[in-house]
């Protein structure tokens, strides 16, 4: 039997024997059955967690943060006298969603970590939850090293595997929205930014490492001298002994007392053991700008002004902040959409560069002046009904 058929059969078993209600994590029933997923990968999770410090954390912390500050609407399309006209709506079961997605995760949370997730491990997802009639009522975070895409040749994605310890089960794929960062050459799994720049960090670790640990050493750094035949196992002893009397920076002062024909042996640091600041400058640069976080948004000035400062900003939120949250009310408008049968349904966040008002009124001055525009067109583009005759 080929893969292909075990994968099918393997889905088919799960799903027949899965329901809604075992889509809830806190009382579902528990699965064991094997399945053998038609997609392969090896992500150490535990490791790109562990990566998320110093510049990592306030690069993903600072982008998570305004990702969830942003004010996400709910607008209805429609035609009215042959005018497309969008309009908010304030009353709907998605308006309840984005007020409270689940009784104990807040929307702000729930994209906080959207985007954090994103940025470690290139992917996320949301669990849509229903009712016994099949009527959707909350959403549920999962993260992604609990799941495994099967895939399908017509239909895109056949289910999803969660899999956590014993507990195994399908998910339909209408149940699941899948936010990642696109990966070239993988039409599934997402691209971590981590993994992207995964150098950079490693040496921003280790230098933050070594210079912990050098402080662990006696100050400055000595080294012991005898004559005598020791033994290993003897020296080994008077290191750890000699490290521990005199060794970290509480123990600066204190001046070692050696008898036995032992002489001190004072090293001096090499510069590059003292001062690491040029190349942690380059790596931080190396990390801000993967994650396009200009480095004045962490509190980082060095010979700015407001001009510059405006234009980072500017760049911030165009590069990184906007198309995130774009992305984001693209995927909930496509999935909604389908959810309540609606296809007129958007969901749009509020604009978050500033425009230049005096720029855009002269624009539109200049449209009526000349004829380029008319009245409703501008009332379109400002979000008002066209004006009724």
């Known amino acids: 039997m080929d893969i292909t058929k075990i994968i099918l059969k393997a889905v088919q078993k799960l799903t027949q024997k899965s329901s809604y209600r075992d889509y809830s994590f806190q009382h579902g029933a528990e699965r064991t059955e094997d399945y053998v997923p038609k997609l392969q990968r090896s992500s150490n999770y535990d490791m790109l967690y562990s990566q998320v410090k110093s510049w990592v954390f306030n690069a ?4 998570s943060e305004d990702v969830a500050k942003a004010t996400f609407r709910l607008y209805k399309e429609s035609v009215k006298n042959s005018t497309p006209v969008i309009e908010e709506i304030f009353s709907h079961p998605i308006i309840e969603l984005m007020k409270a997605p689940n009784s104990y995760i807040s929307w702000y949370e729930l994209l906080y970590m959207t985007v954090s997730n994103m940025d470690i491990q290139g992917n996320f997802y949301w669990l849509k939850e229903r009712d016994k009639m099949n009527v959707l009522r909350q959403i549920r975070p999962v993260f992604p090293q609990y799941i495994t895409i099967i895939s399908d040749p017509y239909t895109y994605v056949s289910s999803y595997i969660y899999k956590a310890g014993s507990t195994s089960f399908a998910i339909k794929s209408k149940d699941i929205i899948h936010f990642k960062h696109p990966k070239a050459g993988d039409l599934y799994y997402g691209q971590s930014i981590l993994l992207a720049i995964a150098d950079a960090i490693n040496i921003n670790n280790m230098q933050l490492q070594y210079q912990l640990e050098s402080f662990n050493q006696p100050i400055p750094p000595v080294s012991l001298e005898t004559e005598k035949d020791l033994g290993l196992q003897i020296a080994r002893e008077l290191q750890e002994e000699f490290r521990e009397k005199y060794g970290g920076i509480k123990k600066i002062s204190k001046i070692p007392v050696l008898d036995n024909g032992l002489k001190l042996n004072v090293h001096k640091r090499a510069a590059h053991e003292l001062d690491f600041s040029a190349s942690r400058k380059s790596l931080r640069d190396e990390i801000l700008s993967a994650f396009r976080v200009p480095a004045n948004k962490l509190g980082i000035v060095t010979d700015i002004n407001k001009a510059n400062a405006d234009a980072a900003d500017y760049s911030y939120l165009a590069n990184a902040i906007d198309p ?66």
């Open 60 to 63: 993903v912390s600072l982008r």
């Open 324 to 389: 995130l949250c774009r992305y984001i009310s693209m995927k909930l408008t496509q999935d909604f959409r389908q959810e309540f049968n609606s296809p007129g349904l958007i969901i749009k966040n509020d604009d978050l560069i500033q425009q230049d008002t005096e720029k855009k009124l002269k624009y539109y001055e200049s449209g009526l002046k000349y004829k380029w525009l008319t009245i409703d067109e501008v009332r379109l583009l400002e979000n008002y009904d066209p004006i009724k005759k």
